[in-house]
């Protein structure tokens, strides 16, 4: 079973990612993780590219090809070899992601990166998608809050520095992603602490877990 964590800036879905791979191993799974962009030593070259504040020029296609070079080689790399073992494996951030940035914030559409994702990855999806989300002003305020102590952080923030109708855009394409695949994706409510969003988090999980077993 394949799960993906989708969210906007500062949403806590990386730290949900964490408690929820947590409480897998401690149950007796095997699970392989992986981070988008990021996820193996190529794709986190490519993330470095990618976040980097420095590049403000970069074109939305070349972000939009990026994303999908690093995801190609995680495919191969980390998420197939781990599914044909019969192992869980859980994403932060999977092609949703795109959607929403590429395809809807940046304006490049649904269609485009559809057919990107057939071109670098067939029809590898995600059985489950858990969409964290918490109004945007909040998130950003997180996020700005996290890069103020953390140079590393710093180094990534080119997203986080984006113009908040471009995090409402973002928003606005999960929204629809999850309204044209209910099934898959799930919006979790991430306001309140992360013991209560986990809360929301296994309860969407665990059912799909058994369904998946039988
Ligand atoms: P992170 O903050 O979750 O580590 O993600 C890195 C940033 O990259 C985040 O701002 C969202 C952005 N992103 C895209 O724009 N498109 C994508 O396809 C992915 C995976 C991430």
Same mark, same amino acid.
């Given at each position: 079973m394949f799960i993906s964590f989708e969210g906007t800036e500062g949403s806590g879905k990386s730290t949900q990612l964490k408690l929820l791979v947590e409480r897998l191993r401690a149950s007796g799974y095997k699970v392989a993780v992986n981070q %988008?962009?990021?996820?193996?030593v190529i794709g986190r070259e490519i993330r470095r590219v990618l976040l980097?504040?420095?590049?403000? %020029?970069?074109?939305s296609m070349t972000e939009l090809l990026l994303m999908f070079a690093s995801r190609a080689q995680a495919a191969a790399e980390v998420i197939l070899p781990a599914l044909s073992r019969g192992d869980l494996v859980v994403s932060d951030r999977f092609t949703d992601s795109t959607l929403a940035y590429q395809g809807a914030a940046r304006g490049l559409g649904f269609d485009l990166v559809r057919n990107a994702h057939r071109l670098a990855?067939?029809?590898?999806?995600?059985?489950l998608t858990l969409c964290i989300d918490l109004p945007v002003e909040e998130g950003l305020a997180r996020a700005r809050h996290r890069n103020e102590g953390n140079q590393m952080a710093r180094s990534e923030a080119r997203f986080d520095q984006q113009c908040l109708d471009f995090h409402l855009r973002v928003r606005a394409g999960y929204r629809e992603i999850a309204e044209a695949e209910p099934e898959r994706v799930r919006i979790v409510d991430?306001?309140?602490n992360s013991a209560a969003v986990f809360e929301r988090v296994w309860a969407l999980v665990e059912p799909a877990l058994s369904e998946n077993r039988s």
């Open positions: %988008e962009p990021g996820g193996t980097d504040p420095a590049h403000a %020029e970069m074109a990855l067939g029809s590898l999806q995600p059985d991430g306001s309140g």
